[in-house]
């Protein structure tokens, strides 16, 4: 886990850019950092920079940019599998000088081009370079795990792996983006990741699964190299599911604890942290220690089920409390930090966990991102579900109806979920999701709103909401979240359910065993059986690594109240009276909160980055 930095073009960079530059990249890697230029022709210039976390092989050898041949690499994430890839190689008479991943990247490049991608198992960022002919590629994974943004001017091409690595190379800031900051404002964080802006003008990502290959007249050509099969094998039995689905997340973890550095587990009291801790201790025996944050909000509290997993498996747990000394400052930090608003509180306290983790002295963290896109778990599923099931299987919907009325009716929050039939009666209706987006657009000076998409990634609706959920809604920001929080603290975050072959099994899975008596992540539950402690796998309650914003903002306080209201540039934006309104309630709905939230943000980015 690295940072990556660079530039290719007709520009010359100045040292004092590139030294700023890489004194910004020290949180991404502490252990060494380096740069290399080169002159193709005398109008064709290459930068590289980089900074470098050790995770793999410590020895200085495997530092970067590492070359082979012509041939030069920078490379941020990690590849899983690359001593199964190593062995290939060498089987096929290549010779190698260092233990690391990187080196093992480079050479499938150079053997097999982009092409060599797939049967790579990972998460990256990387660019290449190839001094016999000035070409350089770019890439990211397969899911986003690792980020790349990309900035281009009339000179040339700018990419790193934050944005302020950008900002430095180019020597200032850019323009904030007000539409898509309007965008996260009304719709929320769902949106963000419909389209390709960002939250300034003219900066955008290389997508999920795709290559840029620019050659030295700056032509550019793009392409995908991985795109998701979503093809249902009906003749699985439910038992051969279950079965593979077990192999294959065994697998996924063995090969993300590779690592020359001990790692930690973000812990919660679900079934998703504990199938890979239990993978981990009671599979591979690996001295696991979790952590998990600790609320007082009796909606999100799971300290019972927590320490009866930490108890069953025998594992070393640190409790993280919450914290809600210096909240402001703390966030303001952490919105620098981000480039962007924060997306949810949710990771706010992911970054408490991560300073702690970090503390104890561990350089990976691994989290149960994507379990439940893989195998169902939100309460959107449940109607989606019982929609499906009401079309191709009367008796099971029936039978499912009078479970959700059971076990879900009384727990679900959001006002168009209480109705089962939803989706029977309108399967295109997804106002849920932006929830009183409409009344929020009202707080905006401008007459700005935003109609909901998704893409269409199949016929099957649960499956496709699922999709969405994992390729543009909620996955991508958790991996910009997590990536950004742990990189404060130089720590990699590996997530197992982002497995390309767990993930290809997984589309496979015929809906109907998706769910059972109101249940989801059925398939999950009962391939950890015998793993994880039954108590886990038989628990309905749903929490996950989530926080509620009144735990750290008191709205009560004059002095919070006085800071939320202060003369500020997001109140070019936003009517202050409609907030003035929101904080004079003695409760708000969630929805509202969220907006809150939302708010306190967007004023702390404009106040950074418009100053």
């Not at 389209?195 to 050659?215: C, H, M, Q, V, W």
């Amino acid at each position: 886990m690295c940072g990556i930095a660079g530039y290719i073009g007709h520009a010359t960079l100045d040292k004092p850019l590139l030294e700023n530059c890489l004194d910004l990249m020290k949180r991404r890697g502490p252990n060494s950092a380096a740069s290399y230029q080169h002159r193709f022709t005398p109008d064709h210039h290459v930068y590289f920079l980089h900074s470098r976390l050790s995770i793999i092989d410590l020895d200085d050898r495997a530092n970067q940019p590492f070359r082979f041949g012509s041939k030069v690499l920078i490379f941020n994430g990690e590849l899983y599998n690359y001593l199964e890839i190593k062995k290939e190689l060498k089987d096929k008479g290549n010779e190698f000088l260092t233990e690391s991943d990187t080196e093992v990247l480079i050479q499938t490049l150079a053997q097999e081009g982009w092409m060599g991608l797939d049967k790579c198992e990972g998460m990256w960022s990387f660019a290449l370079y190839d001094e016999s002919d000035g070409s350089l590629l770019l890439s990211r994974d397969r899911f986003g795990e690792k980020p790349l943004y990309l900035y281009q001017d009339t000179h040339g091409l700018y990419f790193a792996s934050e944005i302020k690595f950008i900002f430095a190379l180019l020597g200032h800031k850019l323009e904030v983006n007000y539409n898509h900051l309007y965008r996260f404002i009304v719709n929320g964080y769902k949106a963000i990741n419909k389209g390709r802006e960002t939250f300034f003008k003219g900066i955008r990502e290389l997508p999920a699964a795709s290559l840029l290959t620019i050659d030295p007249a700056g032509n550019e050509t793009s392409r995908g190299y991985w795109k998701p099969q979503i093809e249902t094998d009906y003749s699985l039995t439910y038992e051969q599911i279950v079965e593979q689905a077990r192999e294959e997340l065994i697998r996924a973890v063995k090969i993300r604890l590779r690592s020359d550095v001990p790692l930690a587990f973000c812990m919660s009291g679900g079934v998703d942290s504990n199938s890979l801790i239990s993978i981990a201790k009671n599979i591979f025996n690996y001295d696991v220690h979790g952590f998990t944050i600790v609320n007082d909000d009796l909606r999100y509290e799971e300290q019972e089920m927590v320490e009866h997993a930490v108890n069953s498996l025998d594992i070393r747990h640190t409790a993280i409390p919450v914290n809600t000394q210096d909240f402001l400052p703390k966030l303001q930090t952490l919105v620098k930090q981000h480039d962007a608003p924060v997306y949810t509180i949710t990771y706010f306290a992911h970054w408490l966990l991560m300073s702690s983790i970090a503390e104890h002295g561990y350089r990976i963290s691994i989290s149960g991102t994507a379990a439940d896109e893989l195998f169902t778990g939100y309460f959107d599923h449940h109607p989606a579900y019982l929609a499906e099931v009401y079309h191709s299987d009367p008796a099971l919907h029936e039978d499912s109806l009078y479970a959700w009325k059971k076990h879900i009716q009384p727990i679900v929050r959001n006002p168009y979920l209480s109705n089962p039939s939803l989706f029977i009666e309108n399967p295109a209706f997804r106002d849920h999701i932006f929830l009183n987006a409409d009344e929020f657009s009202k707080y905006l000076h401008s007459n700005w709103n935003e109609a909901f998409t998704e893409t269409e990634f199949c016929g099957s609706l649960l499956r496709n909401r699922m999709l969405n959920e994992m390729f543009h809604e909620a996955v991508p920001v958790i991996l910009h979240e997590d990536d950004l929080n742990a990189m404060y603290y130089s720590i990699e975050n590996r997530s197992p359910f982002l497995d390309r072959q767990l993930f290809d099994f997984c589309q496979k899975i015929p809906t109907k065993y998706l769910m059972r008596d109101g249940l989801t992540k059925v398939v999950l539950r009962d391939a950890m059986r015998g793993i994880v402690p039954d108590k886990v796998l038989d628990s309905r309650r749903k929490v996950g690594f989530n926080a509620p914003i009144f735990s750290f903002l008191d709205t009560k306080n004059p002095d919070v109240k006085s800071y939320l209201l202060d003369q500020s540039p997001i109140f070019d934006h936003i009517h202050k009276e409609k907030i003035e309104q929101m904080l004079a309630k003695e409760q708000l709905l969630n929805s509202e909160s969220k907006f809150l939230f939302y708010f306190l943000n967007s004023k702390m980015f404009l106040e950074e980055f418009t100053s």
